[in-house]
């Protein structure tokens, strides 16, 4: 199990700007990666005036990588200029400051990159190991105003594949077996990933939400985001789907890469061998149980009752799209910041 991380706090400029700032709820939709996130954030998109005239603004991946996160977290440029951190926690302050001045009551900001990317996972074959550091300094940016957090788990045997393909078709090297043996063996679970966000924002409501309940079920998703009531998703797209084994292999062959690294077959890759499926699934079934039981007071899980497993089919139509093509690039329609 791993250990709190440290808080950040606001300073300076970043701290007189909460000053006099209009009362407003900051809610996170973490993903996580492979959790259907792109559906979400395509589904909120779409229904941007209905949520305005609730009250509630959103910030997409369009809007926070480009002009909002920008700096915030740690890496070789800000390793070498401290100050591009203060910058990015001053101008997180200043945008969610003009939200509030709209008079909205809450804000929903959804970045799966926020807890690390899948790329960094698949290099330190662990699940989000930087997430308590990441999300304490959102946390901070925010002025310590983020009160509800949404998290979406995935069986890790399900969830490290679809990593692995993604990334494979995004141009990166095929992981070797070895990979798979070491992340099957690791001990750090979904568990160790809700105490360290737990640490990082020790006051806001962390809400879980298990993949195989609530796949294709955006408006669940935000309804549990909210607690409240959300327009129905009548569209039930399924946007960026992990590439298929074909799919997968022509990607290598116009890469010249050889094929055969990648096993024959149609369907979805599956780089885990049974012993280490059977692995992952019992670190699964011990986090659900930790989560069933109450988390230790640290987080709550949503089990639906309406429907108790998923179906044996993701939603049709539309299984290819991804961030770049969905509509309302930065601001969202009305009076969404």
């Not at 737990?198 to 796949?215: G, K, Q, Y």
């Amino acid at each position: 199990m791993t250990g709190c991380s440290p808080a950040f706090r606001p300073m300076g400029a970043a701290l007189l700007s909460t000053i006099g700032a209009a009362v407003m709820d900051v809610i996170l939709h973490l993903g996580a990666h492979r959790t259907g996130t792109t559906t979400f954030q395509h589904y909120v998109r779409e229904h941007a005036d209905d949520l305005g005239q609730q009250g509630t603004g959103f910030w997409g991946p369009w809007r926070t990588r480009k002009s909002v996160f920008p700096g915030l977290f740690p890496g070789p440029a800000a390793a070498k200029r401290l100050s591009l951190q203060t910058r990015a926690q001053g101008r997180v302050q200043l945008l969610a400051a003009r939200a509030a001045d709209l008079g909205l009551r809450d804000l929903l900001v959804s970045d799966e990159n926020m807890i690390g990317t899948p790329r960094a996972c698949l290099r330190a074959r662990t699940l989000y190991p930087a997430i308590g550091e990441r999300l304490a300094r959102v946390s901070a940016a925010f002025g310590g105003k983020v009160s509800r957090v949404v998290l979406c788990v995935r069986s890790p045997d399900l969830w490290w594949s679809s990593v692995a393909a993604m990334t494979v078709a995004r141009g990166h090297p095929v992981p070797q077996p070895r990979t798979f043996e070491v992340i099957s063996n690791r001990q750090r679970g979904w568990r160790d990933v809700i105490t360290d966000l737990s640490c990082a924002v020790p006051d806001a409501h962390i809400e879980v939400l298990p993949f195989e309940t609530f796949a294709g079920r955006s408006d669940s998703v935000l309804a549990a985001a909210l607690d409240r009531a959300v327009p129905a998703d009548r569209n039930a797209l399924w946007l960026n789907r992990s590439p298929d084994l074909p799919k997968l292999r022509g990607v290598l062959l116009a890469q010249g890469a050889d094929p055969a690294q990648l096993p024959e077959g149609q369907g979805r890759w599956h780089p885990f061998t049974p012993e280490q499926t059977a692995r992952l699934a019992d670190h699964y079934a011990d986090d659900l149980h930790w989560l069933t039981a109450g988390a230790d007071g640290l987080a709550h899980l949503t089990e639906d009752k309406i429907r108790t497993s998923a179906d044996k089919n993701l939603p049709p139509d539309q299984k290819t799209r991804g961030q770049a093509h969905d509509s309302g690039q930065g601001h969202i329609k009305g009076n969404m910041a």
